[in-house]
């Protein structure tokens, strides 16, 4: 089995460091590895974000397991040389449609939620979010009006068949939780979201056993923070998962606690912290590495079909989290590396 190692731009490198300590800890036989560059990192390097060495590693792999892309000295390029484009290029080319985002509170981090300990508790939910369409994907430029103004524009659109699949997911993924599936949409004003209720709606009479209901974003993102623990599944658009998936990060703790996966039809996905670069820590010492390294344990369960280590990691984080570890998102004042050392004295 081969993993591609996608360290990037930031904070990717370092929270990368760690989640490779664990995996080499575990000793789990026939796993491989392979290194290749991706963002900023790789535009320096190679004059692009997203450089064919690196698809080819992504292509050849079974699994990829990705740090974070982003870098400010970028921010003015061309759109198609950002860093960003990296992982949204290998989202789109492998077909890695279906984003699943985890946000549980665990309890030994009660204390470090946004919100009162009494309701961040109640957290359990996951975030499906569809990951290959919608307003990210759609046509997109720069024009200038009849007038002589500059005006920027981006084409949101589903097509039934996007919407389909991804609502399978959701249907899947409530079907082995509480059964309990939430469309977020925004269908009072978009046609986008009007045919993405529709679609729930049709695809649901195949899972009569699930309960469908369906939720404004503005009045989801409302909830997430009056009462969170209403949620089991909730599935929704990339734009709109995208945003509601960092705001569940701060209920739970922190965004450095939050992993993901990006999957396909099959078993392949693309595994990484919900968060960014974080330039304003990068270097620094003080990125907290655990949604990575549970984003190794979510690899290992989804895509290499090895529940057991992938329980083992989760536990010694868990552990870990009891004896006091805490970066200073958590509160505390280890360093990255001290919490990955606290996560393998478990181990
Ligand atoms: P960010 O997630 O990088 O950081 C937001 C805030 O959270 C910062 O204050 C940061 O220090 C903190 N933070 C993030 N991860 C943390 C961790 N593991 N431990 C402790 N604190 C952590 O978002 P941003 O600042 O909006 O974006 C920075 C760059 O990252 C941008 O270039 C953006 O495009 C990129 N980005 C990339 C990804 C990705 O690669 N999947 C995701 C989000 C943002
Ligand atoms: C994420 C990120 C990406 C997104 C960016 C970096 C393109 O914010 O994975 O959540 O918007 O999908
Ligand atoms: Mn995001």
């Given at each position: 089995m081969l993993i591609a190692l996608f360290p990037g731009d930031g904070i990717g490198p370092e929270v990368i460091a760690e989640a490779r300590r664990v995996l080499d800890a575990l000793d789990l036989p026939g796993l491989t590895y392979e290194e290749g560059l991706v963002g900023g990192a790789a535009y320096k390097a190679k004059g692009h974000p997203l450089p064919p060495e690196t698809l080819d590693i992504a292509e050849r792999c079974n699994a990829i397991l990705f740090g974070?892309?982003?870098d400010f000295d970028c921010d003015n390029l061309e759109r198609h040389l950002r860093p960003e484009q990296a992982i949204l290029g290998l989202r789109k080319a492998l077909g890695l449609f279906a984003n699943l985002r985890p946000?549980?509170?665990?309890?030994?981090?009660?204390?470090a939620s946004a919100l009162r300990p009494e309701v961040a508790t109640q957290i359990d939910m996951v975030i499906v979010r569809e990951l290959n369409g919608d307003v990210y994907f759609g046509e997109k430029g720069m024009r200038t009006t009849a007038d002589g103004k500059r005006e920027g524009y981006d084409v949101m659109s589903y097509n039934e068949d996007e919407v389909r699949r991804i609502a399978r997911v959701g249907f899947e993924t409530a079907r082995a939780r509480k059964g309990r599936l939430c469309s977020v949409d925004k269908a009072n004003v978009l046609e986008t979201s009007q045919l993405w209720r529709d679609v729930m709606i049709e695809t649901h009479k195949d899972y009569p056993d699930i309960e469908l209901s369906h939720m404004y974003v503005d009045n989801a993102a409302m909830q997430l923070v009056r009462n969170p623990g209403q949620f089991d599944v909730?599935?929704?658009g990339n734009l709109?998962?995208?945003?509601l998936s960092d705001q569940a990060s701060m209920c739970a703790g922190s965004i450095g606690m939050l992993p993901s996966a990006s999957l396909d039809t099959n078993q392949k996905?693309?595994?990484e912290p919900i968060h960014g670069s974080a330039p304003d820590i990068a270097g620094q010492g003080k990125a907290n590495p655990l949604a990575t390294i549970l984003s190794a344990a979510m690899m290992l369960r989804y895509s290499l079909n090895m529940p057991e280590p992938a329980d083992r990691i989760e536990a010694a984080v868990a552990k870990a989290l009891e004896g006091g570890a805490r970066t200073p998102d958590l509160g505390g004042s280890m360093t990255t590396q001290q919490m990955g050392d606290a996560?393998?004295?478990v181990l």
């Open positions: 974070a892309v982003g946000a549980t509170l665990f309890k030994e981090l009660a204390d909730i599935v929704t709109f998962g995208d945003i996905g693309l595994y996560v393998l004295a």
